[in-house]
């Protein structure tokens, strides 16, 4: 009797087939690894840019702080900055109480957060309200510097820095260096009750430039 013959040639694969056949398993989790990597990507750069912005919004912020200082203002009524000259701070300042050659620091109501809102003033003649009276930065243009309250023997203006002078009398025109530039000037008007106000901005830079 024949034997029949079976071909086992379809059924048997070469051993580089099997080791270039992947399971269904392993395709699986190579795909899930893909997926995996793919969304930590995402978490990475949605946390980097959640780290930038956080950064950024407070800059942004104090950005605009420093923007939004409050700057003098024509109708801003004049206050003492200290107690030096025998007012209290934030007492509104009254013409007839400056002598001739008496010389004050003053702030507009409200605006004393700003230093650059400091505002000398002098009396360089006698004078009712405001007649006499001359109105500077006290803002020394050398270095930024808050110059001397009180005029010195000579009745200028001293900056206790580096000793710049400047002279009240005439414009407050630089007398001694090192500082190159006057000290901006501001005009004054009479405010109610005997106070004074400022009457415009200062006519120059506040400081150093």
């Known amino acids: 009797m024949a034997m029949k013959h079976i071909s086992t040639s379809d059924k048997t694969a070469s051993p580089g087939e099997d080791s270039d056949r992947s399971s269904p398993l392993e395709d699986r ?14 978490m990475v750069g949605i946390a980097a840019g959640a780290f930038a912005v956080s950064f950024a919004v407070p800059a942004a912020a104090l950005k605009a702080l420093a923007l939004e200082k409050p700057v003098i203002a024509v109708g801003d009524v004049l206050t003492y900055a200290d107690a030096t000259t025998g007012g ?3 007492q509104p300042f009254k013409a007839a109480d400056l002598p ?11 605006k004393e957060s700003n230093e650059d809102n400091l505002v000398q003033v002098v009396r360089i003649a006698p004078g009712d309200g405001v007649a006499g009276l001359v109105a500077y930065s006290a803002i020394c243009t050398h270095l930024g510097c808050a110059v001397n309250e009180k005029l010195n023997r000579d009745n200028l203006i001293l900056c206790p820095c580096h000793g710049s002078i400047y002279d009240p009398a005439n414009h407050a025109a630089v007398r001694r260096g090192p500082s190159n530039r006057a000290l901006p ?14 009457n415009g901005p200062f006519d120059g830079p506040i400081g150093p430039q």
Not at 29 to 42: A, D, K
Request: no cysteine; charged share 5%.
């Open 185 to 198: 000037g501001m005009p004054v008007a009479d405010g109610p009750n005997g106070t004074v106000m400022a």
């Open 88 to 90: 209290q701070p934030g």
């Open 29 to 42: 989790l190579q795909q899930l690894g893909g997926n995996r990597r793919t969304l930590l990507g995402w």
């Open 100 to 110: 001739v050659n008496g010389s004050v620091q003053l702030f507009p109501t409200g």
